[in-house]
């Protein structure tokens, strides 16, 4: 439908909308305009969103561009790069088809959680994220802690083919090119159903992304789990180089491809020197 789709620049939010899913067209075109910073995307689905404001029908400004841009800063290494719940509930939503839901679900002195955790769930081909903008400087904190808990998996096929990329949980880490955008790369660490702890693949939807397995099964999905990766050893193994800063973190629950249901939960969020435990 002609319609259907608009051409405009791409804010880095939506760097992650090929990096995940079947919204853009897989065409020649797509790809050439992908490549040259533009996007061919749905307009009824990537949207931002302000969650203290409810679903936006209009795509949010890239606050890096502009007359009212905000001054460039030092890459961070100090309180921002170690986010609790507290904290991740306050990221940026970007939604791809719907709106996955996050909830912040607080702990108390009868509660059987010691920690305060963001519950997502998906149900009926919604996918949305919660991201954090910002160039944080990998020479300083290289490794990345979380923490998950599976609490149930989406209704998938194969995972590694478009059909079947939905995850109950995903931690995305992305460095941006910002002029050649085709070198925008991102690494994708999954809870997998089908793939053993360390297995990694290409992304189906867009090879800039590489998918990494921190999780497998049901075995200890109920659990929490802590995960540590080296972002800038990965980048190195998955894209050929190593940053010296990224410029977000984002985590998602998504069932849009299998249309099924998903939940999972998110902890603690640190990036962090390597000396450190």
């Known amino acids: 439908m002609r319609n259907a789709y608009s051409f405009r620049r791409l804010p880095l939010a939506h760097c992650f909308t090929p990096l995940k899913m079947g919204l853009l067209p897989i065409s020649l075109l797509g790809v050439s305009l992908f490549f040259l910073g533009l996007g061919l995307t749905n307009t009824a689905s990537a949207t931002m969103i302000n969650p203290s404001a409810g679903p936006s029908t209009e795509p949010s400004a890239d606050p890096s561009t502009g007359p009212n841009a905000a001054p460039s800063t030092e890459p961070s290494t100090g309180p921002g790069t170690d986010w609790k719940a507290e904290n991740m509930i306050d990221w940026e939503a970007h939604s791809f088809v719907g709106s996955t839901d996050y909830q912040l679900v607080a ?47 989406p209704q998938v096929g194969n995972e ?112 962090h020197a390597r000396e450190e435990n």
């Open 107 to 153: 702990a108390t002195e009868n509660s059987e959680e010691s920690k305060s955790y963001i519950l997502a769930s998906c149900e009926d081909g919604q996918a949305s994220g919660m991201f954090y903008r910002e160039e944080i400087d990998l020479t300083k904190t290289p490794m990345l802690s979380w923490e998950w808990r599976v609490n149930e998996f």
């Open 160 to 271: 590694r083919e478009k059909s079947g990329d939905d995850f109950a949980a995903r931690i995305y880490v992305v460095r941006e090119h910002s002029i050649l955008r085709w070198r925008t790369r991102a690494l994708n660490y999954v809870w997998s159903q089908q793939s053993e702890i360390g297995t990694n693949w290409s992304n189906p939807f867009a090879t800039q992304a590489h998918m990494i397995a921190m999780g497998y099964g049901e075995a200890g999905s109920n659990q929490w789990q802590t995960e540590t990766r080296d972002l800038q050893a990965d980048f190195e193994s998955f894209h050929g180089q190593a940053p010296d800063m990224i410029n977000a973190i984002a985590i998602m629950t998504d069932c849009d491809n299998s249309n099924s249901s998903a939940s999972a939960s998110y902890r603690r969020i640190r990036l």
